[in-house]
């Protein structure tokens, strides 16, 4: 498998603050540091997606045990890779967040910030010590990111929120699945990860708007359930404009026909007409010219009418050849086609490959982590993993000396337990 591995260790697995920031400098977030109190996935994912960016994400996590994802399978040895797979290009602090230093610091690291994100229950936040209102004039240009299960308002707004709870309230799972009796969770979850993209999108913004708005940050927030209602697209606006209410599909698109998965000699392959010209082509390939001449088929409408009568006849072409062969057939033709992969399957895929998706990086501890990198490219080149997921306080210390705290002070806070630090190579405690 190709993969990039990254350089900038430090002899006990760590990375050198000059090192990242070196790693960073030209991505459009460098400069940009982010205090991130978020745990689970949405939050997280955010995060690692401005990390992505070049951001200085700060993890903060409790010293009792950090992000609650830590203890969540799947492990290897005692990593949880469910942590690992949305906390890369991160430091962490441990704090007691109940303590009155701990807080006192939880206050110094939001007042130095560009950047709050946190995804407690609404007004927790306050609670902290962190209260919007107040940290407003301490730090006018903080943009404050919350990400919440059902939003701030309406009568559901402190109750608990997952992934699968906004799945099913917000209708995917109402189309997702075989027909109307068996609905059905998309097999990763999605709202988590819409919530962390669009909050990094408004934090974003806000960052770019700063400027015009006399140099004071916004308030973003978004919540699993807008995120779900959000990505409904053309089934929650057909809802909307003609009452009907959509149905599950299973494999079929909605719409379009010929358009899901086709049985072959050998494999499903998906295969996707999505226009007249494209219909004319696949005619040609599949040696059926009588279909193209039906006028069931006639049309994009009519054969997403006569759907299973098509598909029936398509399959009977499809099922003398390899799945490969007509794959291969249909894209020299241009029409949209692919196999299903398992993920053993898809990291092992030529294209993957090219794309440089995984990158191998060394934990502190010393052992190495095939880890996905983020999805997007900056002038062509891909941003990459420039550090591994951190060890609970993995950067305390970093982090500390970042506040201007001298070597006795942080010594004084691990001794009493206020945060929970890592020795370094030195061996001082």
């Known amino acids: 498998m190709t993969d990039k591995s990254a350089d900038n260790t430090l002899p006990d697995g760590g990375v050198s603050p000059a090192a990242a920031g070196a790693a960073s400098a030209g991505l459009p977030l460098a400069g940009i ?171 974003c913004a806000s960052l770019a708007g700063r400027a015009g708005n006399g140099g004071q940050g916004h308030e973003v927030g978004t919540s699993l359930l807008e995120a779900g209602l959000a990505v409904s697209a053309f089934q929650g606006q057909n809802y909307l404009s003609t009452g009907a209410v959509p149905v599950p599909q299973g494999n079929n698109h909605p719409v379009l026909s010929p358009y899901g998965v086709f049985k072959t000699a050998d494999i499903p392959a998906i295969i996707a007409v999505g226009n007249q010209a494209h219909w004319k082509k696949f005619c040609g390939i599949i040696g059926a010219p009588e279909l193209e001449e039906d006028p069931r088929f006639a049309l994009g409408r009519d054969r997403s009418e006569h759907r299973a009568e098509l598909t029936e006849l398509i399959e009977q072409k499809l099922v003398h050849r390899p799945g490969l062969e007509w794959i291969e057939a249909f894209r020299a033709a241009g029409i949209p086609t692919g196999p299903i992969y398992t993920y053993a399957q898809a990291f092992e895929d030529p294209q993957v490959q090219a794309l440089d998706m995984v990158q191998t990086v060394q934990r502190l501890d010393g052992s190495a982590l095939p880890l996905l990198r983020g999805p997007l490219s900056i002038n062509g080149t891909a941003t990459g993993v420039r550090k591994a997921p951190p060890a609970l306080g993995e950067d305390t210390r970093t982090v500390l000396e970042g506040l201007g705290l001298d070597e006795g002070q942080i010594a004084g806070l691990v001794q009493a337990g206020i945060v929970q630090a890592h020795s370094p190579a030195g061996g001082r405690p």
């Open 33 to 203: 540091t982010v205090m991130d109190l978020s745990r689970a996935l949405a939050g997280p994912y955010c995060t690692a997606l401005l990390g992505d960016l070049g951001a200085d994400i700060i993890k903060v996590e409790s010293a009792k045990g950090g992000d609650s994802t830590r203890s969540w399978p799947p492990f290897e040895d005692e990593h949880s890779l469910y942590f690992d797979s949305t906390n890369r290009n991160k430091q962490s602090i441990a704090v007691d967040f109940y303590s009155e230093q701990g807080r006192t610091l939880l206050w110094d690291l939001a007042v130095s910030a560009d950047v709050l994100v946190e995804n407690f229950r609404p007004g927790v936040l306050a609670t902290m010590g962190l209260d919007p209102e107040a940290l407003r004039p301490a730090n006018p240009g903080l943009v404050i990111a919350s990400v919440s299960g059902f939003g701030t308002t309406g009568p559901l707004a402190q109750a608990a929120g997952l992934d699968q709870v906004a799945q099913g309230m917000s209708g995917l799972m109402s189309v997702t699945g075989p027909d109307a009796d068996s609905p059905t969770r998309v097999g990763v979850p999605v709202m988590d990860i819409y919530a962390g993209v669009f909050t990094a999108v408004g934090i």
